[in-house]
C-alpha cells in the first residue's frame, strides 16, 4: 500500500471546492487511487463549521459543568465552550475531568469533536454535521473531474480507552464498506474465525494520519494506492448502538470521584 500526502493545499474557505482543489494538486496520483482521506478540519471549513464562544448563551448545565470540571481538574473551563460542545452532542457521558460527548451523527469522542487549533478568525471549529454526506459530496466532485471508483474517507483524530495518545478514526466515508467480515473465514490452523470483523475506514484512517501528521503539519489530504477490500462481506457498522455498547452502559452509572 502507497499513501501520498496532497502538497500545497491553500487555507481552506467557506465554499471552496474541496475536490478540485485536491484533483489539481494530486494529479496523477488520483487516477490510479483506491481510496482517499479527508481531514474533518478542512471539510468543516469548506462547510462554514466555524464559530465565535460568544455565539453561545450560558446555560445552567453549562456553568454547572465548568465549574466542576475547574473544581476537580484545576482548570479554568469557559462555561461557552462547554454550551458549544452541550449544543453539538446528543448526551454526556462524562462531565468530569473532562466532556466525553456523543456527537449528533453518533460518534463518540470528547468535547463532541471541537476543535480550537488551526481555526484563524474564529475560536471554534466544529465537526461536519453529516460526514458521511460531506464524503459522498467529495466523492461526486472528484467524478465529475473524472476520476472514478475512489472510495472517501473523512478522518478525526481522537483518543482511546485503555491508551495514551490519539490516532486517526473514520467519522465519514463512502464508496466503501466500513469494515470487512473475517467470520466463518479459517484460521491457519483451520479454526474458523467466530467474532473478528475489521474496521478498514478506521485503520486506513490512522495511516493516512501518519502521513498528515498534527499541528502545523497543513496537509489534509490523502491519497492510498495499492489497496484491495478483498474478497469479504462488508458492512457499514461502525459506530455501536446504546444496546450493544456495554462500555457506554457502564459510563451511565458512573460518576467521577475526586
Not at 471549529?125 to 459530496?137: F, H, M, Q, V, Y
Not at 486506513?204 to 462481506?233: I, K, M, Q, S, Y
Request: charged fraction near 35%; avoid cysteine.
Amino acid at each position: 500500500m502507497e499513501l501520498t500526502p496532497v502538497t500545497d493545499l491553500p487555507e481552506i474557505r467557506p465554499g471552496d471546492d474541496l475536490a478540485e482543489l485536491i484533483v489539481d494538486r494530486a494529479g496523477d496520483d488520483l487516477e490510479s487511487a483506491e481510496v482517499l482521506t479527508v481531514a474533518s478540519t478542512v471539510v468543516s471549513k469548506a462547510e462554514d463549521r466555524t464559530a465565535d464562544l460568544a455565539e453561545y448563551p450560558v446555560s445552567g448545565r453549562a456553568r454547572e459543568i465548568a465549574d466542576r470540571i475547574e473544581d476537580v481538574a484545576g482548570e479554568q473551563k469557559d462555561p461557552r465552550f462547554a454550551q458549544a460542545v452541550l449544543e453539538e452532542s446528543t448526551e454526556l457521558l462524562i462531565d468530569a475531568p473532562f466532556l466525553l460527548t456523543e456527537t449528533r451523527f453518533g460518534h463518540i469522542t470528547v468535547n463532541a469533536g471541537i476543535d480550537r487549533s488551526n481555526v484563524p478568525e474564529h475560536d471554534l471549529l466544529l465537526l461536519p454535521k453529516r460526514p458521511g454526506e460531506s464524503a459522498e459530496r467529495i466523492r461526486r466532485g472528484l467524478e465529475d473531474r473524472g476520476i472514478e471508483d475512489v472510495a472517501v474517507i473523512v478522518t478525526d483524530t481522537s483518543g482511546r480507552p485503555f491508551r495514551h495518545g490519539q490516532r486517526g478514526v473514520a467519522i465519514g466515508w463512502t464508496g466503501m464498506p466500513a469494515s470487512r467480515d473475517w467470520r466463518g473465514e479459517r484460521d491457519r490452523d483451520g479454526r474458523e474465525l467466530g467474532v473478528t470483523v475489521q474496521s478498514v475506514v478506521d485503520e486506513l484512517a490512522a495511516a493516512a494520519n501518519l502521513v498528515t501528521g498534527e499541528g502545523a503539519d497543513g496537509t489534509p489530504a490523502v491519497v492510498v494506492r495499492d489497496w484491495e477490500f478483498g474478497d469479504l462481506e462488508g458492512s457499514d457498522e461502525l459506530f455501536r448502538s446504546v444496546e450493544d455498547d456495554l462500555v457506554r452502559q457502564a459510563l451511565r452509572e458512573w460518576e467521577f470521584q475526586q
